[in-house]
């Protein structure tokens, strides 16, 4: 018997916990990407307006590419949390947590 954990823990204190409360990992799974193709998904990431409907412009990540139609291609935004600033202070706040995990 076992149990998946995803997204935790993240934070060393984390994993102290988990052990102090007597949870010992024994397998772990780790996804890295590298800083440019975060960006790169972001950057490309738009929303519906109208619908709230996420798209990506090269069909990458899970996400559809926008139907060709005007009026769809018309409402479409890029978030404000994609901005480029905003991710990569999202990468360097990942990477402070999760150091020495």
Do not use: F, W
């Not at 916990?17 to 772990?28: C, D, I, P, S, V």
């Not at 440019?36 to 307006?49: F, H, V």
């Amino acid at each position: 018997a076992g149990v998946i954990l995803d997204g935790y823990p993240a934070t060393v204190r984390q994993a102290t916990h988990l052990k102090q409360q007597g949870m010992e990992l024994t397998r772990l799974v780790l996804l890295e990407e590298d800083d440019e193709s975060l960006l790169t998904a972001a950057q490309n990431r738009r929303i519906d307006l109208l619908d709230r409907k996420l798209y990506h412009l090269t069909g990458r990540y899970g996400l559809p590419v926008p139907p060709e139609e005007p009026g769809v291609m018309g409402r479409l935004e890029q978030r404000a949390q994609d901005d480029d600033s905003r991710v990569q202070a999202r990468i360097e706040h990942y990477r402070r947590r999760t150091e020495g995990l």
